[in-house]
């Protein structure tokens, strides 16, 4: 009975991991990690006044694609435009004068891969002259004006290079559109922070400053042909109706998507970052409208249409916890902890507070491992003596299911009085491990995504715990930990199942050899603390 628990258990890992490895969740082209995007082709044509916000959006639960007003572009204009540089504590932009659209945004605190001299992260790569990051509209007196491809001017006292690492800055932007009003785009900038506002504002010929109806504002994206595996979602997201979207497989054909409201933010997010627009207030924009535009198979756009409003929010960052949540929009909820999110949030706490003191995360992961054991130590402590006792009437176990073989009534009967008579419940290995079940995954998926792992350095030649161990040394040191494991469980006798088990750990250490070296690093002193745990147990049952 303890074999086939463990057998099913191990199964259940087996299918878990195994299916995150061979079918990985849709990848998409991450925000900037590979630095390949080819700019997305957003070309829109000349359209008429809008003919109502009825027709502005589907219900959130619609998959099908409308025929939205195009807001009305301005012409081409001759040239080129200026670059603007931005530079507070944690990032440093850059800004095209050109449609007032983003060029650069790289963060200071995060490399472009582990050497230490690679450059900062660059979240908007790829920009060529038909990509426009965070370009938008306006609607005034049911007509949209965008602002693509205005050539925005500086007014004469802010500078080519602002810096905000002392105070929160703003720069802004005028052009004239073909009516002959002025639209004015605003970027507000904070000092240590990655949040940033877009506002736009519309003055008239007499100088009187219009109403606006509603903006949108727009983050452009391009995904690549061919992808890579990835082990987390990465893509188009939101959170629409207070629920966390994504799109469905059957969404990839539909080349234009309206989503209402309320949503509180849409954006791109990759396995650590994420780009995305938020809704200044969105319990009190109900219509506000999220846009995924799908134009042909590499490019994905998406947006997002507020009513009622001209200011807009924007985060360009790390998905990190703690930063998130002080955000109030749900944000946290990009980072995918899985079924048991509950139980992962806190343990990503405690792996940073850890590093505070021991100023390594390799180390915080066995000081959090070994926290774990021993609060679950009670549970695994019965468990194991439940297999010792097991172990001790095998021999007795064997003889009757020999001699009862053919008659399966008495041989359930006779077991059941040799359990009875030697105090041995075959259930009592199983429940205390079932029940630690939720924190093992809970803890396998926050060491997935966490981004405090990023090119974060172990000891010797594991040099980023993210990334997998260049050498497969702890995958296999796991692998050896796994079968002495094996070796110590008590056997049923049942031939199959042990040839099964023979096998379990080398398909471990096949999965792991990929594994991000923090998750590998996590079950090996898992594996060394049940080892220790179950040989004082068979001990102290061998010498009672």
């Known amino acids: 009975m303890e074999k086939r628990t463990i057998l099913a258990i191990a199964l259940s890992l087996a299918v878990l991991l195994g299916f995150q490895y061979f079918f990985p969740a849709a990848p998409r082209q991450p925000i900037a990690e590979k630095q390949q995007a080819v700019a997305a082709k957003a070309t829109e044509k000349p359209a008429a006044a809008d003919k109502g916000e009825n027709n502005d959006a589907l219900s959130a639960n619609s998959n099908s694609a409308t025929t939205a007003p195009t807001p009305v572009a301005a012409a081409v204009p001759q040239g080129s435009g200026e670059t603007i540089k931005v530079n507070n504590a944690v990032y440093r932009a850059e800004i095209d004068t050109l449609g007032g659209r983003l060029k650069s945004f790289s963060l200071k605190k995060y490399r472009t891969d582990i050497a230490k001299d690679s450059p900062d992260l660059n979240l908007v790569t790829g920009t060529t002259a038909d990509s426009w990051p965070l370009s938008g509209a306006v609607k005034l007196k049911g007509v949209w004006y965008s602002d693509k491809n205005l050539l925005f001017t500086v007014e004469s006292a802010e500078a080519k290079e602002i810096d905000v690492t002392a105070a929160g800055k703003s720069l802004k932007l005028k052009a004239q559109l073909p009516t002959g009003d002025t639209l004015i785009k605003e970027f507000i900038f904070q000092s240590e922070s990655y949040l940033l506002e877009v506002e736009y504002a519309l003055i008239d010929k007499a100088g009187v400053r219009q109403k606006i109806d509603a903006v949108r504002l727009n983050w452009d994206q391009t995904l690549p042909l061919k992808q890579k595996k990835s082990y987390v979602y990465n893509g188009v997201i939101g959170y629409i109706g207070e629920k966390l979207y994504k799109p469905s497989k059957k969404d990839k054909n539909v080349k234009r998507q309206e989503l209402m409201g309320p949503v509180s933010w849409i954006g791109f997010t990759t396995k650590y970052f994420i780009g995305a627009i938020i809704v200044p207030d969105a319990a009190a924009l109900p219509r506000t409208t999220a846009i995924i535009e799908r134009p042909d198979t590499r490019h994905r756009l998406t947006g997002l249409q507020v009513n009622q409003a001209s200011r807009v929010r924007v985060y360009i960052g790390p998905k990190k916890g703690i930063i998130l949540q002080k955000i109030g929009v749900h944000l946290e909820k990009s980072i995918e902890y899985g079924w048991f999110g509950i139980i992962a949030r806190p343990l990503v706490k405690m792996l940073h507070f850890f590093n505070l003191y021991v100023h390594n995360y390799g180390i915080a992961i066995?000081?959090?491992?070994?926290?774990?054991?021993?609060?679950?130590?009670?549970?695994?402590?019965?468990?194991?003596?439940?297999?010792?006792?097991?172990?001790?009437?095998?021999?007795?176990?064997?003889?009757?299911?020999?001699?009862?073989?053919?008659?399966?009534?008495?041989?359930?009967?006779?077991?059941?009085?040799?359990?009875?008579?030697?105090?041995?419940?075959?259930?009592?290995?199983?429940?205390?491990?079932?029940?630690?079940?939720?924190?093992?995954?809970?803890?396998?998926?926050?060491?997935?995504?966490?981004?405090?792992?990023?090119?974060?350095?172990?000891?010797?030649?594991?040099?980023?715990?993210?990334?997998?161990?260049?050498?497969?040394?702890?995958?296999?040191?796991?692998?050896?930990?796994?079968?002495?494991?094996?070796?110590?469980?008590?056997?049923?006798?049942?031939?199959?199942?042990?040839?099964?088990m023979l096998f379990m750990?080398?398909?471990?250490?096949?999965?792991?050899?990929?594994?991000?070296?923090?998750?590998?690093?996590?079950?090996?002193?898992?594996?060394?603390?049940?080892?220790?745990?179950?040989?004082?147990?068979?001990?102290?049952?061998?010498?009672?």
């Open 366 to 500: 066995i000081i959090l491992t070994v926290l774990i054991k021993l609060v679950f130590y009670p549970l695994s402590q019965k468990s194991y003596k439940s297999m010792s006792k097991m172990k001790e009437v095998q021999p007795k176990l064997a003889k009757i299911k020999e001699k009862y073989k053919d008659d399966k009534a008495r041989l359930n009967k006779e077991m059941m009085d040799l359990y009875r008579t030697h105090k041995v419940n075959p259930f009592g290995g199983c429940l205390p491990m079932l029940a630690q079940i939720p924190v093992f995954f809970a803890l396998y998926r926050a060491l997935m995504v966490a981004i405090e792992l990023r090119h974060a350095p172990f000891f010797g030649w594991i040099l980023d715990l993210s990334a997998k161990d260049p050498y497969y040394i702890t995958p296999l040191i796991m692998g050896a930990t796994m079968f002495l494991q094996q070796k110590m469980t008590p056997s049923t006798g049942d031939a199959m199942q042990a040839k099964m």
């Open 505 to 544: 750990p080398i398909i471990f250490t096949f999965m792991f050899l990929n594994f991000p070296s923090g998750l590998v690093l996590y079950w090996l002193v898992n594996n060394l603390l049940s080892i220790g745990q179950q040989y004082m147990v068979m001990r102290q049952v061998s010498t009672s």
